[in-house]
């Protein structure tokens, strides 16, 4: 698979980005290899049929092999108190699954001997000569078969002449049979994991379409890891920028702290702090120069002096009340109702004419009280004549 690159590699590299661009979809494949091979599709047949062969012969050594296994032992991987433990469990869980998939061969004692001989020495002798004749498969064979050797077509026709292999051609019929009932059990248990729905009286149904079941689910698979592999490089790059922008409101927060908290803005609460202590001194000071130029023009015999004339104030405001109230009420005597004229004088502009009462008639307070002003206008008149009088007199005197 290709290696992913860095959107922000790409952002900042047109050239390179055009040139990978052009090597993902133009030149080269997804797996590396290149579009442009002539070769490629013979050298992909060459493998498949390679492959083809490859499988079917491991196919026939396993079916064989099974043929010719024995039961395997139920007791061997339990423990003594009927618990199974963790390696064990597995194995037994391994043999389950294979003797699911292939059903347990026919007891040993119910084969002839030649077709059991025959079934040990086949699968030995089907891969010593379906080994190709290199180096590299000679070293892997090395390590999984007991003989890392090949053999010639003068040693396969020497071993097929001697027994057991002579009897090859009576026990074929009988071993084809062995080996394709194994061959079925095995299909049937590939398509019922295949298939776990379907009913297991019709797994034979989905036998024939196996081949093209594995190929879509290996296309799925493939598919999926590229799909997987996009998306993961999506995610790395989502969290590179979520991590850029993480860092960037980190460093805004930190200026933010470094402007509030920073010498510049110490120094501005400072200048600030410096400021309010000015301005709290100079407000003491006013308060005391008030109270210093209160005492000086205001000492203490003035204000003494004042707080006795405002007592003297508010006794002369008292005494006056007091005789205003007891004149009135000697008025009241005389019939002027000093409250009462106030009140006929804010009410002229409504009424007009003397109030009278609800016939018509002049209350007897509001006549009396007319006879006492015309007295008392007739006594003024008569003062003033008097002190003309008193004039006269003294200037004649002066003559």
Excluded: W
């Excluded at 026939?60 to 043929?67: D, M, R």
């Excluded at 190929?215 to 920028?241: D, Y």
């Excluded at 005597?333 to 009140?343: N, Q, T």
């Excluded at 015309?374 to 003024?380: H, I, K």
């Amino acid at each position: 698979m290709l290696p992913q690159v860095e959107e922000a590699v790409l952002r900042n590299n047109p050239d390179f980005a055009t040139l990978y661009t052009t090597l993902t979809t133009v030149i080269l494949n997804p797996d590396g290899s290149t579009k442009a091979d002539a070769g490629a599709k013979e050298r992909a047949a060459e493998a498949r049929n390679a492959r083809l062969r490859a499988a079917k012969n491991h196919l026939l050594v396993q079916a064989i092999t099974a043929t010719a296994a024995p039961p395997p032992a139920e007791a061997g991987g339990t423990a003594p108190d009927g618990k199974v433990g963790g390696a064990a469990a597995r194995r037994l869980a391994r043999a389950t699954t294979r003797t699911a998939l292939v059903p347990p061969p026919k007891p040993s004692n119910e084969l002839p001997p030649d077709l059991m001989d025959l079934l040990m020495l086949l699968p030995p002798l089907m891969q010593l000569v379906n080994t190709p004749q290199t180096s590299s498969t000679s070293s892997s064979l090395s390590s999984s078969s007991p003989s890392s050797s090949t053999l010639s077509a003068e040693d396969v026709e020497l071993l097929l002449s001697s027994p057991p292999f002579t009897s090859l051609p009576e026990h074929l019929p009988r071993l084809a049979g062995l080996v394709s009932e194994n061959l079925q059990a095995a299909a049937r248990g590939v398509a019922r994991v295949a298939n776990p729905a379907t009913n297991p009286s019709y797994l034979h149904r989905a036998v024939p379409g196996l081949p093209a079941q594995v190929a879509g689910l290996q296309q799925a698979i493939v598919h999926t890891r590229l799909k997987l592999a996009a998306a993961r490089h999506a995610t790395s790059t989502a969290l590179l920028h979520l991590l850029d922008q993480q860092a960037t409101a980190l460093s805004s927060f930190i200026r933010t702290l470094e402007a509030k908290h920073g010498p510049v803005a110490r120094s501005l609460e400072l200048r600030a702090a410096e400021v309010a202590l000015d301005a709290q001194a100079a407000e003491v000071d006013a308060t005391a120069s008030l109270a210093a130029a209160q005492r000086a023009v205001y000492p203490p015999e003035a204000m003494a002096a004042l707080r006795n004339y405002a007592r003297h104030l508010r006794d002369s405001k008292m005494r006056l009340e007091e005789t205003l109230r007891e004149r009135k009420a000697l008025l009241l005597d005389y019939g002027i109702d000093v409250d009462g004229l106030e009140d006929d004088d804010a009410d002229d502009g409504n009424d007009g004419n003397d109030r009278n009462d609800g016939r018509g008639a002049r209350r007897p307070r509001d006549d009396k009280a007319r006879m006492m002003r015309e007295m008392a206008r007739v006594y003024r008149e008569m003062g003033q004549q008097v002190e003309s009088v008193k004039g006269d007199l003294a200037r004649l005197q002066k003559r």
